[in-house]
């Protein structure tokens, strides 16, 4: 069956770096947009970057901070995410919806069918 599979996350300093990876199985993910999520306590799961096979698109939250790519040879999708702030402390998630399609003003609102189980991202001093 379709899998995403996230890690890379952990416990970070503000200023400091991870990297986040998502994991596909059963599907190549390079012919779809793959969308990364997050999620803070208390507060709504909002998007945080998309790729696509030709397109890529981030939050204005995170844009200069955040580089996504992927690795087709490994199948996974990678988030970089550098001068990271307390505000960026939550579960990440990675989803798709197996649709080819670009990382256009839609893919905040796509109902994605598969997601990931996540990883926690707690950036504090």
């Known amino acids: 069956q379709v899998q995403l599979v996230e890690s890379g996350g952990g416990l970070v300093q503000p200023g400091g770096s991870l990297r986040l990876a998502c994991a596909a199985s059963r599907f190549a993910l390079d012919y779809y947009a793959i969308g990364w999520f997050r999620q803070a306590p208390g507060k709504e799961r909002e998007g945080v970057s998309c790729?696509?096979?030709?397109?890529?698109d981030y939050a204005d939250s995170v844009k200069g901070r955040f580089t996504i790519s992927r690795d087709n040879a490994k199948n996974t999708v990678y988030l970089q995410m550098n001068s990271l702030k307390p505000e960026d402390t939550a579960v990440y998630y990675c989803?798709?919806?197996?649709?080819?399609?670009?990382?256009?003003?839609?893919?905040?609102?796509?109902?994605?069918?598969?997601w990931g189980q996540g990883t926690q991202v707690t950036v504090s001093s």
């Open positions: 989803a798709t919806d197996l649709i080819p399609q670009l990382c256009d003003s839609t893919w905040l609102s796509r109902p994605y069918n598969y």
């Open positions: 790729i696509s096979n030709s397109d890529t």
